[in-house]
């Protein structure tokens, strides 16, 4: 049966677990109610985090043809949210709750070309997609960018399977991607799928818009929590709600305002929908915008944020000096 967004949530087994680049993890898992993954699915964990069950999503590297395992490869961030620490330390027996292969990210069969772009640890998500259009016979280029070849997940394997197909960049190797020579490179009838981080799709997505290129034909997985920013506490006020609330390190503002009550509107939690909007009415500091929502005007503009994922930090000259000043950002906002 095909993935889709009904979600069913089963308790799994871990069968497997292996560290397969520097601090990737990979988990094999057994459903008690197998779905076969598509190319581009995900499935959510309920993991334990910072003292609270927390959902995360995580890319299907492989599934079985029966959809009784599958397979997910997580980096150890060490400024995340607590997910990936609960992940790694996973040990076969041990069970977990997630859900069977959710859809947000499908592959559209029939396209003259395709470019699939891969940065970091964003390869678990082109994986699968990769793996089809090579059956398929399809003409593809499968892009995949690291800062170094140790912390690159599937790469000797990935190279023997898509050869001349798979063009590598390492960033220690002086080979770093060029996003304006690679777009050079599209024409008007080519997709191009990616995940990475936020930077690198930022880079493609303006680059893309520059040329004037089919917009729907650029489609992205995020992760949602990688930034312009390291992510720091910060102080949000709702004066609507008498609210004001302290977003630790390891929280997003939605999780923050939901925790304090707030009634708050959300679909993805991963900056890609728009649903969690809230207004700035105030800002003292910098909002990290790390959704894929906005435009880069809207997101200049300061007026709105998606609060799932974006944050606020001290100000950018701060930052820059490095200062140790202690006052935390504070955006004050209207919850829709
Ligand atoms: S819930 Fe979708 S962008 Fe925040």
Known sequence: MAASNIEVWQLG?????CTIATGIQRVVLESTIPRKAEPGSHIDVMVSANGHEDRRSYSVVESSEDGKRLVISVLKAPLSRGGSEFIHALKP???LKFTQPLQNFPLRVGAERYILLA????ITAMINMARVLKNLNAAYTFVYAGRTRSAMAYLEELQKTHGENLVVHVDDEGSSLNVDALIAGVNMDTELYMCGPI???DAVR???????LNFPNLRYETFGNSGWFD?????VKVPALGLEVAVGQGRSMLEALEDAGADMMFDCRKGECGLCEVRILKLEGT???????????QQNATEKMACCVSRAVKSEAVLEA???STSPAVVTIEVS
């Open 93 to 95: 027996g041990d069970h």
């Open 231 to 235: 992510p720091e506490e910060f102080i």
């Open 199 to 201: 930077r690198l799709m």
């Open 119 to 122: 940065g970091g640890i964003g």
């Open 322 to 324: 490095k200062s140790s």
């Open 287 to 297: 909002i990290d915008h790390r959704d894929v929502f906005y435009s880069v005007r």
């Open 206 to 212: 303006r680059t893309w818009t520059d040329r004037e």
């Open 13 to 17: 087994a871990v069968v497997e677990t």
